[in-house]
């Protein structure tokens, strides 16, 4: 079992940079690989980017690539999506996951958290 909080969110400005980060609970979070989806009003739950177990691999969304950056502290336990230039479009609820696999597929995470809301200006 394993127990997702994510925090960071907030408003900031288009051309903006937050921070988000993902704290999990329980001794085997070196073995998940971790993902960050997010969602907007009306929207799917979208991909956003994934890394693996020994944060060795890294998958982004097209849509981020080049702007955000995830990445993993095992002795931590925690994940973290760098957000760099962020646009009026990137506003969202973001999600942290957790899968036995490194994948960009939504149903491969077991574990989910409550979400942080990210709001961007224009």
């Known amino acids: 079992q394993v127990q997702l909080v994510e925090s960071g969110g907030g408003l900031v400005q288009a051309g903006g940079s937050l921070r988000l980060s993902c704290a999990a609970s329980?001794?085997?979070?070196?073995?998940?690989?971790m993902g960050w989806f997010r969602q907007a009003p009306g929207k799917e739950r979208d991909f956003v980017a994934a890394?693996?177990?020994?944060?060795?691999?890294?998958y982004y969304a097209d849509s981020v690539r080049g702007r955000f950056t995830i990445s993993r502290d095992n002795a931590k336990n925690t994940v973290y999506l760098q957000m760099n230039r962020l646009k009026p479009e990137d506003a969202a609820v973001y999600y942290c996951?957790?899968?036995?696999?490194?994948?960009?597929?939504?149903?491969?995470?077991?574990?989910w958290g409550q979400g942080t809301q990210v709001t961007v200006s224009s």
């Open positions: 329980g001794r085997t979070f070196g073995s998940y690989a």
């Open positions: 996951a957790a899968s036995r696999i490194t994948t960009r597929r939504r149903g491969e995470y077991d574990y």
């Open positions: 890394i693996s177990w020994s944060g060795s691999t890294t």
